[in-house]
């Protein structure tokens, strides 16, 4: 079995600002590890993946993730928050097999 | 590269009625998913194909959904009768395959509001 766990469903930061999104994982094998992001009215867009190869995966737009096995974590950051940035974003594990998702966490930036 | 396409992009119903929602996954890709997106939620799966033979349909509820995929490429999911309840954005996907290939694309997604 595998489940995901976004920590805070609402996020809000000033532009310029850190973008820091909180995921944890539970996977009885390796995971593979995305984040996508959804803006209103469309479907899923993958930002970025980890696939057991670097533990720091970059981007798109960027952003990048940190896999953490002792931890269990999978967060996502950006240094410097745009207004584009404002959307919905969701953590997603997989075990080769079944595509999992968290509940989502939606992001404001403020001007 | 095209991506997945879905339609329609919208649909209202009255409850009670039925409703039927199409996707063309990405060429060559053997794996594709209907996922169920209700409002504030993360995406929920309902069925999973591996080329035309279902692999996962645990979250299905067979009792009124119920989905095909032909010949391994398109597919369309079926409501009947449609539950206020379902009113939600269902979500088409498809990947190349299992493993490090699960990485899903998405199609837009089809609005549904059963009123």
């Known amino acids: 079995a595998q489940s995901v766990t976004q920590l805070g469903s609402h996020v809000s930061v000033s532009e310029g600002a850190l973008v820091l999104l909180r995921c944890n994982y539970s996977s009885s094998v390796p995971p593979y590890l995305f984040w996508y992001v959804q803006y209103p009215n469309q479907g899923l867009q993958l930002l970025l993946k980890y696939t057991s190869a670097a533990t720091l995966v970059k981007g798109i737009n960027g952003f990048e993730a940190e896999f953490k096995k002792s931890e269990t974590s999978f967060h996502l950051t950006k240094p410097s928050a745009h207004m584009s940035d404002a959307a919905e974003y969701f953590c997603?594990?997989?075990?080769?097999?079944?595509?999992?998702f968290g509940a989502g966490t939606t992001v404001t930036v403020r001007a | 590269e095209a991506g997945v396409a879905q339609s329609p992009r919208y649909k209202i119903i009255e409850k009670r009625q039925s409703v039927a929602f199409w996707c063309n996954p990405i060429?060559?890709?053997?794996?594709l998913y209907w996922y169920q997106q209700i409002l504030g939620q993360g995406p929920k799966l309902l069925i999973q194909f591996q080329n035309n033979g279902v692999v996962d349909d645990s979250q299905l509820p067979k009792d009124r959904f119920s989905a095909e995929r032909l010949k391994g490429v398109d597919s369309t999911l079926k409501i009947q009768p449609a539950k206020l309840e379902d009113s939600a954005v269902y979500l088409c996907?498809?990947?190349?395959?299992?493993?490090?290939?699960?990485?899903?694309?998405f199609g837009q997604g089809t609005r549904l509001t059963v009123v």
């Open positions: 996907a498809s990947s190349l395959g299992q493993g490090r290939n699960t990485e899903a694309f």
């Open positions: 997603a594990v997989s075990d080769g097999y079944k595509l999992s």
């Open positions: 060429s060559g890709h053997a794996t």
